[in-house]
């Protein structure tokens, strides 16, 4: 297991559901459709979410890398 | 579709409208007539944003990708 | 002893339980199954933590290293 | 259109009134005389503006790149 | 004396009681284990400080260097 | 007039005064007498200035580039 | 003079007392006793100035270069 990598989970999550939390308090929620070594993200069906409810609908949405602080698969085990 | 790339939606936003957020909490709309690798970005017929709503007009604007949170295609499907 | 390097505490608490303090004031708990030398962490059973008390749980998490602040296994020696 | 570059919008302002936005909130407004690719850039006859009104002037001004948020041309089509 | 090097005296600190500054107001104190090029530093038995009085222990803790501001032993001459 | 750059500004103003705009909203006012391409730079006789007025002296003083806003003559055209 | 460079100053105060200001509004005096091209710094008999006044005693120190604001000699000519 300690071949393991962390890019790993964004292989795995690619299509599926995340939230990512950003620098400056954001929290977006959508479909991962893309990524880089940067960790720029593109998430469509993208809402933002305040206290873990929807504040409103992104739509399609890049997220600059340098500013993600951590990525979570929705559903995850 | 594991090949899609963050990059390719600012290909695909080409010449038409974006929103884009900003360290420091400025929300910008406008029309996208080019970036680069380091994600700097020209906007004309700029807006700036306070909650949705239009606060003044900034004409064209050059945005400086060390600056940027997010960048999302207004009308995205 | 003085060969002792940073990352040995890394490897030594693969697959164990860790906290991580991340910037922003986020304090993670969860078994780290992934890392690398950027110290982006993967975090499976993650919850967050206020004041020591579980506020959310989060999965499984990936965290970017240029947030972390520190890594502690949860029960070191 | 697609090989218009950000840094078009420079070369086409120079010896023309700008406005840079800057880390901290400053705005300040002038004619862009020299930049460079760290978007350094040189304003002459530049005034510090609050609240798009004149706070001070601060005549020949260099302003570090890495401060810089956003360059407007003040006349922009 | 001009020969001496910052290094020099986290090598001097080694196995050690040390004070740890970290960005975010973080006081961190303990036994220094390891460190290296980047200022990554390990205490063990470490304990966080606030006004100098012991707010918690940490046990073990990695601190990532691009977090540090400064590091003293504890008992300097 | 395009060849000019950034860095003239700082050669035209070496042995004058100058005012200099830091992180953390330090003001500072001095000669001068050196700077390298960091935008590190030493002024001599050097005033702190608080909302224009003078705090206090600093006497000789290098302030690091990667803290610097911005550099203005203090008596520029 | 135009060959007078930043560090400069550093070896002429090195051995001798020293004010820095640090990120996050320290202000550390001291004896420098070594220094690197990042600006790392180790002083001796350091103290921590709150508006001038010492706070506290550190003894030894390393302060690093990427918290550094300004460094002064404590005298001046």
Request: a neutral charge; zero cysteines.
């Amino acid at each position: 297991m300690a071949e393991k990598r962390p890019f790993d989970i964004l292989n795995a999550a690619l299509n599926n559901s995340v939230i990512v939390g950003m620098k400056g308090g954001y929290e977006i929620r959508g479909t991962m459709v893309a990524f880089d070594v940067h960790m720029n993200i593109v998430l469509e069906k993208a809402e933002q979410l305040v206290d873990g409810q929807v504040k409103k609908g992104l739509g399609t949405v890049l997220l600059r890398g340098d500013s993600v602080i951590y990525i979570s698969p929705a559903f995850s085990p």
